[in-house]
């Protein structure tokens, strides 16, 4: 890929991934994360220095920080942080000072892949890295061969080599399979054990290109029991999962093809295997609570966010390695870094009243969406996460104008249309979407996405068709 910026289309031809749906593993690059209210940016404190919590990584008896950069999530020079159209250039600029500010706090995990921010983020997270000694980070990337046409060795082998290259490393820290669960066994034999993949990432351990070899999941648990049952096979160094205090025990309930963190990191604790937790707000969800939640939080500590209650919840347990966030602007980095630096541990009270707290959360009804955006590009247009996290917002906030009787209707009509159309233009709203299914394989959350779609078209076309006098049509769009 070079050093010069490339389009889309290059990025697909240079690594052999032809078709549209290929573009859901090349777009994780979400929106802006929210993890703080304006209330908390303007109370936040600067973090100290020196004072990171680390866990020992037992293959390596390396200190790795409690809290690990997600590089999925990257700045983009016209101020967004989406990257998600193919001329949004990452701002290098402020990378750099993201980077230089975590390192300087203590931070040295740092997550990336080749199918983050349109394939540019391996690029940026290495121009970013190699500006410091190798000794002050280890990085993390991984064998992102989603598509079918990167299943072959020769495929599979060029984007592990091009990896090294763009990271600027001779030896990578902690390489991952990418998403295993994401298609099934299916996938799962075709990506990594009959290209003889897996094997050859055994060997690359045995000669220290890689120092640590494990996997992240998502998906089928069958994939993840079996890859654990050979355990003795591949000594799995570490495994990456998803865990916060709302799936801990209910992931299965927002989603019934999901599993309960609780199983997931039970499993890796029988075999003393380090868990990497990924998505501890839920693609933050669990920083923006309905506001009666809200409240509880702040009666329990005012000075605190509520994303580091999410954060403290992830950093306590013992076999937790590191948790990744997704840090865009350095008020998510200094707030994530208030967590850890140190973590005080939660009190098992603190642990329960959390838990009783995402039992709440199950009954509002929202899309399980996380924003990652591996089901972008929709090949008709559709903005499939715009839509959903706009849905949730509304459902999180109370507005949602579900009641003709009630007295706030029109508002509430208004406001949701004039919203929705300023956030996801018409052309690329639900009633777009043929139903054609692309989408769905690659949601790690395996939302049932055109069933989604057609619910969301229908409600608001209801809303649409039950207009009120007094509201002004134009205004709606």
């Known amino acids: 890929m070079g050093k010069k910026k490339i389009s889309r289309r290059q990025f697909l031809h240079l690594m052999g991934w032809g078709g549209l749906t290929t573009m859901a593993a090349v ?22 220095t020196g004072k990171m919590t680390y866990r020992t990584d037992p293959h390596t008896g390396k200190q790795v920080s409690l809290l690990g950069y997600g590089m999925m999530r990257l700045p983009t020079k016209d101020g967004g942080a989406s990257a998600r159209e193919s001329q949004e250039e990452i701002d290098q600029e402020q990378v750099n000072r993201l980077v230089d500010y975590a390192i300087e706090h203590g931070v040295n995990y ?46 599979s082998m060029k984007m592990y080599h091009e990896s090294f290259k763009e990271l600027q490393v001779d030896y990578i820290d902690y390489y991952l399979l990418h998403g295993i669960g994401m298609g099934g066994m299916e996938a799962l034999e075709g990506r990594y054990i009959n290209n003889g993949m897996l094997d050859f990432l055994v060997e690359e351990r045995k000669r220290g ?16 029991d079996y ?36 199983y997931l990191y039970g499993e890796l604790q029988k075999r003393n295997i ?13 920083a923006k609570l309905p506001q009666h939640l ?56 603190e642990q329960e009243w959390l838990e009783t707290m995402a039992r709440k959360l199950v009954g509002v009804e929202n899309i399980p969406c996380n924003d990652c955006k591996y089901c972008m590009p929709c090949p008709y247009g559709v903005d499939i996460p ?40 018409r052309l690329r709203q639900a009633a777009h979407c043929i139903g054609c299914g692309q989408c769905e394989p690659h949601c790690p959350q395996n939302i049932r996405i055109p069933k989604e779609m057609r619910k969301l078209d229908e409600f608001v076309e209801q809303i649409r068709r039950n207009n009120h006098p007094l509201v002004n049509e134009k205004n709606e769009g």
């Open 27 to 48: 777009t994780a690059c979400g929106k802006k994360e929210e993890t703080l209210s304006g209330d908390d940016y303007t109370k936040q404190v600067e973090p100290a």
């Open 110 to 155: 740092f997550d990336t892949s080749p199918a983050y921010c349109q394939g540019m983020s391996e690029h940026s997270t290495g121009i970013a890295l190699h500006r410091h000694p190798r000794d002050k980070y280890l990085v993390a990337t991984k064998l992102s061969n989603f598509n079918e046409s990167t299943w072959s060795r020769e495929e």
């Open 209 to 224: 290109k890689i120092r640590n070899l494990g996997f992240s999941y998502h998906g089928d648990i069958k994939v993840y």
């Open 227 to 262: 890859l654990l049952s050979q355990h003795d096979k591949y000594q799995w160094d570490f495994v990456q999962i998803e865990l916060n205090y709302l799936d801990w025990d209910n992931a299965d309930e927002i989603n019934d093809r999901n599993t309960d963190a609780r």
């Open 274 to 286: 380090p868990a990497v937790i990924m998505e501890p707000l839920l693609g933050g969800r669990l």
């Open 294 to 349: 809200v409240k509880e939080l702040k009666t329990a500590d005012p000075e605190a966010s509520v994303a580091s209650w999410a954060f403290r919840y992830a950093g306590t347990p013992d076999g937790v390695l590191t948790v990744l966030s997704g840090m865009t602007y350095m008020e998510h980095l200094k707030d994530n870094l208030l967590s850890y630096c140190p973590l005080k541990p939660l009190t098992q009270k």
């Open 386 to 425: 715009g839509l959903f996290v706009h849905y949730n917002k509304c459902m999180n906030e109370g507005s949602l104008p579900t009641d003709m009787q009630d007295p706030e209707y029109t508002r509430l009509r208004r406001e949701y249309l004039i919203g929705l159309n300023r956030s996801v233009p």
